[in-house]
């Protein structure tokens, strides 16, 4: 079960600081006064903040959900239609509303009324009421160029593919819902407001854009005391008034210094819940920091990040910056955007010649361009765009030096060669090495490249990573959650700490017990409640009876996030998780049923609820839940894996073959399919058809340690030992520690010298 485990937990997993090491503290609230602040909406504020509200007007964070009238509707719903995937959509006005007849849940036509438009630029998309409470994003949108720039035209997010009712991407499904997905973030003060047991919302909110209580929290105390004349403390919820430090310019170096230097991250803090890529862990007014007490952010992981960190999916601006130098030196949102009209300070590269000298960075000294090109533009070398929505481009913001040698070696796009399509990485490379007359240097890259691929190199890779004092919290929190490293639970940095978890949480139940418990009461919410929940494996018996109230504390924590986000089937799922790790088997059962009404699609939640039954002995259970699968999960190559597995428990070999075969086959990118059937194969009595599985699978994952040992038995087996040899050879170089393999290699080499009796 622990594989299918970490599966649906690492759905809750999607950067932030904090404040102090592990401690003890108080768990509850700190007081906030005699009252609670409530909110009194930005045109009260502006009686006082008129310029504020001036650049505020028109900002996209005014325009990220409006009502749709004639005044903010930008698309064409004069009868206009869309072509996609067969259907036609039309959009049309009717009775001084907007109207769209498109395919409904059911993929039949449906009529619906348009009730908000959600963004405006480069892209508008629009918001279909459904009777349950939900909102739902329409994925054909408007682009909201001009004809010119090739906008002015209606177009589907997901152009390239087929999208139909049954996809799990289809406008009317979960991932498309405002209310869970995008509400928090396009609004001012919102409750959700789900109601588990009818399936439904009442979503609420003070405002319907991002007003200015959205950053600065509930205005009623503030305004009240601006009311009596002000003085003393003008009780604000957050406090963004900037402090009176000043840059100062070294010119030998050429970059300027924070004066003083920065010991907070307060205002970052407080942008980053609507600009990163995370999970929330409370429902809560904005305060700063610490970040990770409301949410939890996702580390860098393949698939989200390319292994050097620059930004793959849609992952936003805060993971990315937290990575930089510009963050460690103290630089903040505000530095470089308006934080009221959100433009960038100043055009061009006079936005970076505030903290870089001119003279020295924006010259062909430098960047050994042509002065009036692009290759002079300071963002397109250090912030290369990302396309992300079909039309809407984003800089990475982790200010990265290009790297053309890192494409070469991990994969990772670079800046030079997104330029210069026509030319290679090795061209790149040879011109900045020429350039700037240095090899370049090591980079963390290289080694979530070794750890994502399973080198042999990885883990000396990662803990060189983990030493390196100038490289990012995020970055060691992302290695940590790779490497063992019992030494980032003791991290100041809360996000470190958090990593440090991830990477424990396969070791033994004592080692947890020793290592884990300190953390039930750490300072930062999620760093406790991972922490708890990675101890419900744990027996109880281990803990003291002190030690155990912490940890009911701690998991009742963890039990309210999950019942925040009720209408996710991931937290359904993790509750089931802890449910069976205490051997609370009903309560499990009905957590994964309750996840699967959610989303009768949710691969992972029938392979875990499958292997709940096999736990209980009831195999047949498992198959008839899995077959039932089959007939929902799109995708469903680990539903015919467990199928399998559990064919194999029911010696029912020749049917197991076969669903092992279909699950390997649908993802040969998945080192274990392969492995599970080449083993199954083998069981059967085929040998040579097994050996012949293993072999197309070591192909594609050389480094795989399963495989590798596989074929070194099979091959010995079957008596092959040069063969055998070498396989054991390559696994020994990925376990050079381990004893069993070597006593392999010594019994091969033996046997390839014409001794006998190899085992």
Same mark, same amino acid.
């Given at each position: 079960?622990?594989?299918?485990?970490?599966?649906?937990?690492?759905?809750?997993? #999607?950067?932030?600081?904090?404040?102090?090491?592990?401690?003890?503290?108080?768990?509850?609230?700190?007081?906030?006064?005699?009252?609670?602040?409530?909110?009194?909406?930005?045109?009260?504020?502006?009686?006082?903040?008129?310029?504020?509200?001036?650049?505020?007007?028109?900002?996209?964070?005014?325009?990220?959900?409006?009502?749709?009238?004639?005044?903010?509707?930008?698309?064409?719903?004069?009868?206009?239609?869309?072509?996609?995937?067969?259907?036609?959509?039309?959009?049309?006005?009717?009775?001084?509303?907007?109207?769209?007849?498109?395919?409904?849940?059911?993929?039949?036509?449906?009529?619906?009324?348009?009730?908000?438009?959600?963004?405006?630029?480069?892209?508008?998309?629009?918001?279909?009421?459904?009777?349950?409470?939900?909102?739902?994003?329409?994925?054909?949108?408007?682009?909201?160029?001009?004809?010119?720039?090739?906008? /002015?035209?209606?177009?589907?997010?997901?152009?390239?593919?087929?999208?139909?009712?049954?996809?799990?991407?289809?406008?009317?499904?979960?991932?498309?819902?405002?209310?869970?997905?995008?509400?928090?973030?396009?609004?001012?003060?919102?409750?959700?407001?789900?109601?588990?047991?009818?399936?439904?919302?009442?979503?609420?909110?003070?405002?319907?854009?991002?007003?200015?209580?959205?950053?600065?929290?509930?205005?009623?105390?503030?305004?009240?005391?601006?009311?009596?004349?002000?003085?003393?403390?003008?009780?604000?919820? #957050?406090?963004?008034?900037?402090?009176?430090?000043?840059?100062?310019?070294?010119?030998?170096?050429?970059?300027?210094?924070? %004066?003083?230097?920065?010991?907070?991250?307060?205002?970052?803090?407080?942008?980053?819940?609507?600009?990163?890529?995370?999970?929330?862990?409370?429902?809560?007014?904005?305060?700063?920091?610490?970040?990770?007490?409301?949410?939890?952010?996702?580390?860098?992981?393949?698939?989200?990040?390319?292994?050097?960190?620059?930004?793959?999916?849609?992952?936003?601006?805060?993971?990315?910056?937290?990575?930089?130098?510009?963050?460690?030196?103290?630089?903040?949102?505000?530095?470089?955007? /308006?934080?009221?009209?959100?433009? %960038?300070?100043?055009?061009?590269?006079?936005?970076?010649?505030?903290?870089?000298?001119?003279?020295?960075?924006?010259?062909?000294?430098?960047?050994?361009? !042509?002065?009036?090109?692009?290759?002079?533009?300071? #963002?397109?070398?250090?912030?290369?765009?990302?396309?992300?929505?079909?039309?809407?481009?984003?800089?990475?913001?982790?200010?990265?030096?290009?790297?053309?040698?890192?494409?070469?070696?991990?994969?990772?796009?670079?800046?030079?060669?997104?330029?210069?399509? /026509?030319?290679?990485?090795?061209?790149? $490379?040879?011109?900045?090495?020429?350039?700037?007359?240095?090899?370049?240097?090591?980079?963390?890259?290289?080694?979530?490249?070794?750890?994502?691929?399973?080198?042999?190199?990885?883990?000396?890779?990662?803990?060189?990573?983990?030493?390196?004092?100038?490289?990012?919290?995020?970055?060691?929190?992302?290695?940590?959650?790779?490497?063992? $490293?019992?030494?980032?639970?003791?991290?100041?940095?809360?996000?470190?700490?958090?990593?440090?978890?991830?990477?424990?949480?396969?070791?033994?139940?004592?080692?947890?017990?020793?290592?884990?418990?300190?953390?039930?009461?750490?300072?930062?919410?999620?760093?406790?409640?991972?922490?708890?929940?990675?101890?419900?494996?744990?027996?109880?018996?281990?803990?003291?009876?002190?030690?155990?109230?912490?940890?009911?504390?701690?998991?009742?924590?963890?039990?309210?996030?999950?019942?925040?986000?009720?209408?996710?089937?991931?937290?359904?799922?993790?509750?089931?998780?802890?449910?069976?790790?205490?051997?609370?088997?009903?309560?499990?059962?009905?957590?994964?049923?309750?996840?699967?009404?959610?989303?009768?699609?949710?691969?992972? %939640?029938?392979?875990?609820?499958?292997?709940?039954?096999?736990?209980?002995? !009831?195999?047949?259970?498992?198959?008839?839940?899995?077959?039932?699968?089959?007939?929902?999960?799109?995708?469903?190559?680990?539903?015919?894996?467990?199928?399998?597995?559990?064919?194999?428990?029911?010696?029912?070999?020749?049917?197991?073959?076969?669903?092992?075969?279909?699950?390997?086959?649908?993802?040969?990118?998945?080192?274990?399919?392969?492995?599970?059937?080449?083993?199954?194969?083998?069981?059967?009595?085929?040998?040579?058809?097994?050996?012949?599985?293993?072999?197309?699978?070591?192909?594609?994952?050389?480094?795989?340690?399963?495989?590798?040992?596989?074929?070194?038995?099979?091959?010995? /087996?079957?008596?092959?030992?040069?063969?055998?040899?070498?396989?054991?050879?390559?696994?020994?170089?990925?376990?050079?520690?381990?004893?069993?393999?070597?006593?392999?290699?010594?019994?091969?080499?033996?046997?390839?010298?014409?001794?006998?009796?190899?085992?």
């Amino acid at each position: 079960m622990a594989a299918a485990m970490r599966a649906v937990s690492a759905f809750l997993v #999607v950067a932030g600081y904090g404040a102090g090491c592990t401690q003890n503290v108080d768990l509850e609230e700190p007081e906030r006064g005699s009252e609670t602040a409530s909110y009194v909406g930005g045109e009260r504020c502006a009686t006082c903040h008129q310029s504020q509200a001036e650049l505020w007007n028109g900002s996209h964070h005014d325009l990220a959900m409006q009502p749709a009238e004639p005044a903010t509707v930008l698309g064409d719903f004069d009868s206009a239609t869309f072509d996609y995937g067969g259907v036609t959509t039309t959009f049309f006005e009717r009775d001084g509303g907007y109207h769209v007849r498109t395919d409904g849940p059911s993929g039949e036509l449906e009529e619906y009324e348009v009730a908000y438009t959600f963004g405006v630029d480069p892209l508008q998309q629009y918001l279909l009421a459904f009777p349950d409470g939900r909102y739902q994003a329409l994925s054909i949108a408007w682009d909201s160029r001009s004809a010119d720039e090739g906008g /002015d035209r209606w177009f589907h997010l997901y152009p390239d593919d087929a999208i139909d009712h049954e996809s799990p991407l289809h406008w009317t499904k979960r991932v498309q819902g405002w209310n869970f997905m995008c509400a928090s973030c396009h609004s001012t003060g919102l409750r959700k407001n789900y109601d588990a047991a009818s399936s439904s919302y009442r979503t609420e909110w003070s405002e319907i854009d991002v007003s200015c209580e959205a950053c600065h929290g509930p205005g009623s105390k503030h305004a009240a005391w601006a009311e009596r004349g002000g003085g003393g403390d003008p009780l604000l919820e #957050v406090d963004l008034r900037t402090d009176d430090a000043s840059w100062v310019m070294d010119v030998a170096t050429g970059l300027s210094e924070r %004066v003083p230097a920065r010991t907070e991250h307060f205002e970052i803090e407080t942008c980053a819940p609507c600009h990163s890529r995370r999970s929330q862990l409370q429902e809560s007014d904005p305060r700063g920091q610490p970040f990770l007490d409301d949410f939890r952010p996702s580390l860098l992981r393949a698939g989200l990040y390319h292994p050097d960190g620059q930004i793959r999916d849609e992952v936003y601006v805060y993971g990315s910056f937290l990575q930089s130098k510009m963050y460690r030196e103290g630089v903040t949102c505000q530095d470089c955007h /308006d934080p009221h009209g959100l433009h %960038v300070r100043a055009d061009g590269n006079a936005v970076c010649a505030s903290c870089h000298l001119p003279e020295r960075f924006d010259s062909e000294a430098h960047h050994f361009h !042509d002065p009036s090109g692009p290759g002079a533009s300071c #963002v397109d070398c250090h912030m290369p765009e990302t396309t992300y929505m079909v039309v809407d481009p984003r800089r990475d913001h982790s200010f990265r030096v290009p790297r053309p040698d890192l494409t070469s070696k991990t994969g990772s796009p670079n800046a030079c060669t997104g330029c210069h399509a /026509d030319q290679s990485a090795e061209w790149a $490379t040879a011109a900045v090495s020429e350039w700037y007359g240095h090899d370049p240097e090591p980079h963390y890259g290289e080694a979530f490249h070794s750890a994502w691929t399973g080198a042999p190199d990885a883990r000396s890779r990662l803990v060189a990573v983990l030493n390196d004092p100038e490289v990012s919290g995020l970055t060691k929190a992302s290695v940590a959650s790779l490497v063992p $490293t019992p030494s980032a639970l003791m991290h100041d940095d809360p996000l470190v700490r958090l990593g440090g978890l991830e990477g424990l949480e396969q070791v033994d139940p004592s080692t947890k017990h020793q290592l884990l418990v300190p953390l039930l009461r750490d300072p930062v919410r999620a760093v406790r409640i991972e922490a708890a929940r990675i101890l419900t494996s744990v027996p109880q018996a281990r803990f003291t009876s002190e030690q155990r109230a912490q940890w009911r504390v701690a998991i009742e924590e963890y039990r309210t996030v999950q019942a925040l986000n009720a209408d996710w089937p991931e937290s359904q799922a993790n509750l089931a998780l802890v449910h069976a790790q205490l051997g609370e088997i009903d309560q499990a059962e009905s957590r994964y049923r309750r996840a699967l009404a959610l989303d009768p699609a949710f691969a992972s %939640v029938y392979v875990n609820l499958a292997d709940l039954y096999r736990g209980t002995g !009831d195999n047949r259970a498992a198959e008839e839940l899995l077959r039932e699968a089959l007939t929902s999960v799109p995708e469903p190559a680990d539903i015919h894996h467990a199928l399998g597995l559990t064919l194999v428990r029911l010696r029912r070999v020749d049917e197991a073959v076969v669903a092992l075969r279909t699950a390997s086959e649908l993802r040969p990118d998945i080192a274990r399919y392969a492995y599970v059937y080449g083993v199954a194969l083998q069981s059967s009595g085929d040998l040579d058809s097994a050996i012949g599985v293993l072999e197309g699978a070591i192909a594609r994952h050389p480094y795989d340690p399963e495989t590798l040992f596989a074929l070194a038995t099979m091959e010995r /087996d079957r008596g092959r030992f040069g063969d055998a040899l070498e396989y054991a050879r390559r696994l020994s170089a990925l376990a050079p520690g381990d004893s069993s393999i070597q006593q392999l290699v010594a019994a091969l080499e033996s046997a390839v010298r014409g001794s006998v009796g190899v085992r």
